[in-house]
């Protein structure tokens, strides 16, 4: 990447600290991110086994506040907004008036009048222009807060006590999918229990000039359990095998819900409607009459590895198409997730593969996840 290529990408508040660790830079969604430090392969492991540390601060944080805060966002998105309590957050999605999936969304409500939506980096910019629209006629006001937030995450099974170290917050009372306000290494933060990694552990939203003290107030206090950096690629071999989606590839505006198996993100019994109400109801019935292409893992029998796009086959015909894959650290062969016909979807149907240019591999299909951690 030329020098002008780096100029025009939006750095994250902790740009210089990821070079002094001589991390591998990518162009991720106009940011320039760590794509890895060293090994993905150790990263990943660490993760599953100790801890990890993410500069997430490339995600689309917007504010929603007023009195009708809790109504706007109930029309603008599919999930029952208003029905999360203080301190809670919610998975949800916002879709367009014909149900296609615009992006999959966190929601954390942080007081009576004010809500904190999170986007994926490469839609945030939409989202954004979406809720401003479907906010005319509410009494409540959206905010870009992107450049107000930086977001570390500490993900991991020694994440707990790595940030009980540094907090008196509430940890052991904080449920997933849970936030509250508190105090890290003296940093003001939002301390959600949330994460993109099958692990427990922990998103901190901090100002971004308090970023860089409190990454390595972390990195100081998981040394001595094994805590690493750790970059975008693991962060995507982590959430593949933890079964949940990306943006771009198991979601898209082609696809409702429904069609990706996730109709139950959809509250159609919430007060007042709703953008894509009507289309999502007819997906929702055409999904009951004739179901859609599942969603579904697959494991190599070989070690040859698929990508997006690639053709899943079956006694000679094209039943799906993979979505994503790579090489499992944990299971220590390629998987992938795919979208493959109803009738080829149940794990252990026979004859399942992937054609990998012109090479048909034999492929397991297995229910996702792939990998769940022991509570």
């Known amino acids: 990447m030329s020098s002008t290529d780096s100029a025009a990408l939006r750095h994250t508040a902790l ?13 991720f969604a106009g940011w320039d991110m760590p794509l890895r430090y060293g090994s993905e392969r150790d990263e990943h492991v660490a993760v599953r086994t100790r801890a990890g540390l993410f500069d997430l601060s490339h995600m689309g944080e917007i504010t929603v506040t007023g009195p009708q805060a809790a109504q706007l966002l109930n029309h603008a998105l599919v999930g029952d907004i208003a029905a999360v309590g203080v301190g809670r957050a919610r998975y949800t999605m916002i879709c367009r008036a014909d149900g296609g999936i615009l992006d999959d969304l966190i929601v954390y409500r942080l007081a009576e009048a004010e809500y904190l939506v999170v986007a994926n980096a490469s839609n945030a910019q939409v989202v954004l222009d979406a809720l401003v629209e479907r906010s005319a006629g509410f009494d409540a006001e959206v905010r870009d807060d992107r450049d107000a937030y930086a977001l570390i995450a500490v993900q991991g099974p020694e994440a707990p006590g790595i940030l009980k170290s540094l907090t008196d917050a509430d940890l052991d009372g904080l449920k997933y999918y849970a936030g509250l306000p508190g105090t890290v290494a003296g940093v003001p933060a939002l301390i959600a229990r949330t994460g993109y990694t099958g692990e427990d552990g922990f998103e901190l939203f901090v100002k971004p000039e308090h970023a860089v003290e409190l990454w ?3 990195t100081e206090a998981g040394a001595p359990v094994g805590l690493v950096p750790c970059g975008l690629s693991c962060r995507d ?6 079964g949940m ?12 819900p429904f069609d990706a198996g996730l109709g139950r993100v959809v509250k159609f019994e919430k007060e007042g409607d709703f953008v894509g109400r009507a289309a999502l109801a007819e997906a929702a019935a055409r999904a009951a009459q004739n179901p859609p292409r599942v969603l579904v893992g697959l494991v190599a029998e070989g070690r040859r590895v698929p990508r997006a796009g690639y053709s899943v086959v079956a006694g000679g015909e094209v039943v799906g198409e993979v979505t994503s894959g790579a090489p499992s650290p944990t299971l220590g062969r390629p998987i992938a997730m795919a979208y493959v016909d109803a009738a080829h979807s149940a794990p252990g149907t026979a004859g399942v593969g992937v054609d990998i240019r012109g090479s048909h591999e034999p492929y397991e299909v297995v229910p996702l996840p792939f990998y769940k951690r022991q509570k």
Do not use: K
Not at 15 to 27: I, N, V
Not at 237 to 242: F, S
């Open 15 to 27: 740009d210089a600290l990821h070079r002094s660790l001589g991390a591998t830079m990518t162009d």
């Open 216 to 218: 390595q107030a972390l």
């Open 237 to 242: 071999t982590l959430r593949l095998e933890a």
């Open 245 to 256: 989606p990306l943006y771009g590839h198991e979601l898209t505006t082609e696809l409702t």
